[in-house]
Structures are given as C-alpha cells and as structure tokens.
C-alpha cells in the first residue's frame, strides 16, 4: 500500500508548455519507464483541439498505450465537455478539467466565466459518468492569479462547493501559477475541505516557480492531502499563465517523501534513469531538480519504508 | 518584533566555499546593503588560519566595519579557542563554533576527535564568557554525513548536552550537507531540545543540495525553530564534505516567510536589488534562487504582515 501518490503529470503539462513536439515514440518510452519505476499514475496528454496544442494531438494514441500498462491509471486532461467526449471515446479511466478560480484568467484561457464553465462541468460530468470515469474537477488559479493576483478563499470554496453540485467527483487544489505559500497552502485546504467534506479534497498540483514547491507539498501533507502532481525534470508550466513556470520535481519529491519514511512505490533509482529519454527527446530544454545531480544521501536505503 | 531572524551567512558560508577573494569593499557594500534591507543578523567572516582560507583573511576588518552598522549582530565563525580568542580581540558580538557529530568528519576537517573538540570548546567558552560574547555551538553534519552516513540522532543528543556542560549558550543544528528531511528534521528537533531545553535550540542551519531546504525550514517552524541561516544567491556550501552545496537562498526564505504572514523585518524588494553586488563582484559564480527571476507574487504586499 502507498502512503503517498504521485501524480506524473509531465506528459501533459510540461510537454505543453514548450513548443517542440515530443515525438509519439519516446512520449511512450517515457511513460513506460515512469511506470516500471513505480509511478502509478500519469497524465498522458489533454484533450484540447490539437489546432491549439499540437503538442497534444496524439493524446488518444497515448491512453491507447498507456493503458496497456499493468497497475497504471492513466489519467487525461480536458478543457470541456467536447473534450471528455473524446477521452471517453479513447477509454481513459480518470478525467481532469481545469476550473479557473480567477475568473478574468477563466474567461482568457477558455473564454467561459464562472456560470458557463459550472455548465461545461455539469455537462462533462454526464459523460463521465455514463462511461464509469474518475471526475475530477481542478480548481485552477486557486493560491492568486497573475492578472487579478490575490484569489479569494471563500470563493473558492463556494466555487468547490458548485462544482460538486455539478457532478465532481474530486477537487484538486492548483497552484497553476506558483503563488502558493505554505500557510496559504494550509488555510486553503482546510476551507475547502470543510465545504465539501476531506474525502473529495487529497490533491494538490503544485508549481515551483518561486522555489516553494516542496515547501508547499510539506504544509499539504500536514492537511492530510495524498496525492501530488509533479513533473519529471520539471519540465513545463501554464502557456496560458504569463510568468508562470514549471511544476514541482518529480525526482526531489520522490526522494522527499521516500528519505520521510512514506512510501510512494516509487524506486529513486530506477527514476533517475528515466530522465535521459527526455534529455535525448527535447536536446538543450532545461530540466530542472537537485537530485539528478546531487544523488541520494548515503543513508538513502535505511530512511525509505520498509 | 521580528518572529523569525534570518542570519545571513553568505559572507563566511558562501564565500568560504569558492576559491576566489571577494574584496573587501565588496564585502563591505554586500553587508550595508543587507542590513539596509533589514537583515539583523550577518555571520561576516571566519577567524580561521588565513593560509587554509584565505578567502576569510580579512575578517577582522569585516567586524569592524559591520559593528558600526547600527542594529546589527555580527556573528563569525571559529573552528577552535585560538580563533576565539582573534573575534574576542576583533570585538566580536555572537560566535559559533563547529561540533561536527560525525567523528570521521571532525578528525578529517579539524583533526579533533569528539573528546578534543568538547575541551576546544571548553577552552573557547571561556574566553566567551570573559569577553561577554555570545557563545553558539553548531552540531554540524547532524543530520547526516557524506562520509560516515547516518548520523545517530541520539549521539547527537548526548554530544549536545556535553556541549552545554562544556559552556554553549545556544545548540545550533546544522545540515552542513544537506541530508536533512522534513520528518527527521521535526524528530531531531524534539530529541535535541528535550535533551537541553527547549530555548537552547532555535536555529536550524540549512543547505539546499537535494532541494529540500525550505521543505526542512517549513518542518523547522513547526517545531518552533525561529532562526534560519541562509546565503544570498545560495552561494557557497562547505568546501570539506564533498558533494555539499550551496546554503539555502536567502532571497527564496524571505519570501515565503514574509508571505506567510510572519515578520522578519526584511523588505523583499530591497533584499533584491542586493544581488547585482555579488554578480559584480564574482562575475560568473553561481547564484541560485526562483524568486529573483520570478519576482514577488502580484498580491504579496497583502500577504506580508502589518
């Protein structure tokens, strides 16, 4: 049994957020190699209209291939419920969609406000649960918005509250811009886990851009949160976010929660040898993390779950 | 009131760790600067023998210009009773010594086993005393050591206690090679203060080499550590433990405390323009840190305490 889940979300979110297009050969390699280590769930690809992010026009080949993977979920993001259509099709059995608590960003990224976007969720919801997929609403923005800055607690709470009521069946808190800080952190899970009850909030998907990414995933760990999202290197960020960049380190969370004595089910080794599929795939994109470099300490092994 | 102190150590901890002299002026105008941002308290320099580290020679001056800072501790290290005795001549304020907790460590970096080091700080205490310096001694690689490995977190206890008998006045715990984690930090935390009181032990020294560093500080917190040293730029590491770098980043730690609403005293947006004096002064060295990139969040004067 897993303590802690770490949520790769790499193929996704960080593979978006550059322009290069990963070749559909080593997205699959990468995700192999994740799940070989340990990893038990990844985001593999969204379904956005590729037009927008070509990056992801191979998202339905992907589930294809992922889920051919013992023990992996495999997990798809999309912005609407034309793209939960798509991914139901696909057979993807965990869905995300970003619900924007800022909503100037909302309206900027995915031109619907608050009203319009509950009506997507609601409608999203039906096909999710039509084909038995995981829901998960992701409330996006939810630590402060790089267009209107401070997002209001209480809002977000009664935002949870609405997209509950619209058919989710989970809320993960992102910090998509890397405002977050840890008391913030703990506030807000609190305030929203007391609006729609502790089982529907275990998520965080945190950001590094200001170095509190792991800082922040301490802080949810004292709220009692389970799973995290992260990315391998740190590759990626929000496109859509200016100034916002890179996820938390897949790596250096690894070998955080595993030297804490908190199984992941996650093999470090075997993780770090991972990374050379995207340094050979994406040459010169910089990756990001201290583990890579600096190695486990030599008491690695006495530290993690037996 | 501050509720945190910040004591930057970049001046001896950085500077120590890179083969090249910052000159003295830079120094100077590095550490006017800091405390014109509200840094309180400087570790400026080292009274180590100038052949060993000749980057460190001139910290009897360094204390004589920083003692006219108004407001200011002026902290320096000494490796034994000899350089006690130069900071007691020098007009020292706060001295800490290093007490490595690994012996392999100690006999490699000072030639002194635990025994030779309890009577050197025996002897360096009493010069303290007589000059009325405030006496800290550092439990360096406490939490962990490149070359013996674990470090037992009750040894440090034990050593901890002789070092009060030996004449501390504060129990400082140092991750001089950036093993610590979050869960062991809370753990050795607890051990050591039960082990010599709760108010002997209030600084944590932190590195960030496996980027856990603000991670440990949040731990810190929660076990009511209210000192955190740290290094502009996270210059610097310890130039004796092989593969340790790099302090934790001054600039990242003040602002996510001051985002979580404690008071350090420090105005974030002088703190940054501190750094070009370091790009100047050491044109090409290394400089870490997201926030001098990133730049505070958009609503991080509402956050800050009143």
Request: aromatic content about 4%; proline content about 6%; hydrophobic content about 45%.
């Amino acid at each position: 049994m897993t303590d802690i889940l770490i949520s790769e979300v790499g193929p996704r979110d960080g593979l978006q957020s550059i322009d290069r297009i990963m070749p559909l050969e080593a997205k699959k390699r990468w995700i192999a190699a994740e799940a070989a280590a340990g990893v038990s769930e990844i985001e593999v690809g969204s379904f956005v209209p590729p037009a927008l992010l070509p990056q992801m026009a191979d998202t339905a080949e992907l589930v294809e291939f992922a889920n051919t993977i013992e023990g992996l979920t495999v997990v798809t993001l999309v912005p609407n419920a034309k793209g939960m259509q798509r991914a139901a099709d696909a057979g993807v059995q965990s869905v995300s969609i970003p619900f924007s608590m800022s909503e100037t960003h909302s309206v900027k990224n995915v031109r619907k406000d608050h009203p319009a976007m509950l009506e997507e969720i609601a409608a999203a919801a039906a096909i999710a649960k039509e084909h038995d997929i995981h829901f998960v609403v992701g409330l996006a923005t939810a630590f402060g918005c790089t267009i209107e800055g401070a997002v209001d607690p209480a809002n977000v709470a009664r935002l949870a509250e609405k997209a509950v009521a619209a058919g989710a069946q989970e809320i993960g808190l992102s910090d998509t811009t890397g405002y977050a800080d840890p008391a913030q952190v703990r506030r807000l899970v609190k305030q929203v886990k007391s609006a729609v009850g502790d089982e529907m909030v275990t998520t965080l998907h945190l950001h590094n851009t200001r170095g509190l990414g792991l800082a922040n995933v301490v802080a949810g760990l004292e709220e009692g949160i389970t799973t995290f999202d992260s990315s391998l290197g740190g590759l990626g960020g929000c496109p859509f976010a200016p100034g916002a960049s890179g996820n938390i380190v897949t790596e250096d969370l690894v070998l955080m929660l595993n030297s804490m004595g908190l199984n992941t089910g996650i093999d470090l080794e075997k993780l770090l040898q991972v990374r050379p599929i995207l340094e050979e795939a994406l040459p010169g994109e910089p990756l990001y993390g201290f583990t890579p470099d600096a190695g486990p300490m030599l008491d690695y092994d006495q530290r993690v779950a037996a």
